[in-house]
């Protein structure tokens, strides 16, 4: 299986796919990850284990529409099955989802729909809520809306700080997509 990982910061996600075994015995060929800040410490991780980077800011473009494009134009040599969002801060929109239909995978650390978009560890925290979870789903044009693959719950502790929360979400999210993986590579 060829795919592209999209990222935009620490690339905690990327280095778990990127470095477990079970994946590369399964097949799993990262053909390139695609970031979108050019100081993101994914970058360096990629490019210890010889993955091509390409670096594209949307500020560069005057408009999303041809800031995805290049991005389309930079896919287009590889023959991918699917694209995994890890951690990638950017709304996908129409450019890049018709071109790739039912190929662009999110993970988010949340039981959607509930902490939808941005800083979900840190409101579901702050909330009420005695859970919350990572969801792996298929995107759509919506925020976090896309047909859910795989949901997992986690407790929120008495004793959790927001760190030690995402601490658990994170190792959750790691066997959780290499999981979603090999299903994947299995059909």
Same mark, same amino acid.
């Given at each position: 299986m060829k795919v592209a990982i999209f990222a935009s910061g620490n690339g905690t996600n990327f280095d778990a796919i990127a470095n477990s075994q079970e994946l590369k015995e399964a097949g799993l060929k990262i053909e390139i990850l695609v970031c979108d800040?050019?100081? *993101?410490?994914?970058?360096?991780? *990629? !490019?210890?284990?010889?993955?091509?980077?390409?670096?594209n800011e949307l500020k560069n473009y005057p408009s999303r529409k041809l800031y995805e494009q290049k991005i389309i134009e930079k896919l287009a040599s590889y023959d991918l099955d699917y694209i995994f969002l890890a951690g990638y801060m950017k709304v996908v929109t129409s450019e890049l989802l018709n071109r790739y239909p039912n190929k662009i995978i999110n993970i988010h650390p949340s039981l959607l729909p509930k902490f939808s978009g941005l800083d979900a560890i840190q409101r579901a925290f702050d909330s009420?809520? !005695?859970?919350?979870?990572?969801?792996?789903?298929?995107i759509d044009e919506g925020v976090d809306t896309g047909p859910v693959i795989r949901q997992e719950k986690i407790a929120i502790l008495p004793s959790d700080s927001v760190d030690s929360l995402e601490e658990r979400i994170h190792q959750k999210e790691h066997e959780m997509y290499i999981k979603v993986i090999l299903d994947l590579i299995k059909k």
């Open positions: 800040q050019p100081n *993101a410490p994914v970058i360096s991780k *990629a !490019k210890d284990l010889k993955i091509p980077v390409f670096v009420s809520e !005695k859970e919350t979870g990572v969801t792996i789903h298929y």
